[in-house]
């Protein structure tokens, strides 16, 4: 992603001046930008789903779900919006086995 402290900047700025906490608007950015190679990668994907094999697809949707939701998280609950709910009901709070 060409834009990407650029984007930073802009989020950590537009927070600063909504809550005037310039040190948790700089966290919401950084949350919100860490995972830029993950959204070229998808996008890339969404773009041609038929040129990738399948092990690819299966890389790609592994390690953003492994990088991803945690900033997400992260940002949400220091923005303000609340913590990660179970909303569909399935297990996302409870440890795998």
Same mark, same amino acid.
């Given at each position: 992603? =060409? !834009? ?5 900047e802009r989020i950590a700025r ?8 310039? $040190?948790?608007?700089? /966290? #919401? ?8 190679? !993950?959204? $070229? ?5 969404? $773009?041609n789903p038929d040129g990738f094999? $399948? /092990?690819?697809?299966? !890389? #790609? &949707? #592994? ?6 939701? !945690?900033?997400?998280?992260?940002? =949400? =609950?220091?923005?303000? &919006? ?16």
């Amino acid at each position: 992603m =060409k !834009n990407t402290a650029r984007l930073k900047e802009r989020i950590a700025r537009a927070f600063t001046k909504s809550m005037e906490r310039a $040190d948790v608007s700089r /966290d #919401i950015a950084f949350h919100m930008t860490d995972w830029d190679h !993950n959204v $070229d990668d998808l996008l890339r994907l969404y $773009d041609n789903p038929d040129g990738f094999t $399948d /092990d690819e697809i299966v !890389n #790609i &949707v #592994i390690q953003f779900l492994a990088h991803v939701p !945690n900033h997400v998280a992260a940002a =949400k =609950k220091l923005a303000g &919006v609340g913590p990660i709910e179970d909303i569909f009901d399935v297990g996302v709070l409870a440890e795998d086995d």
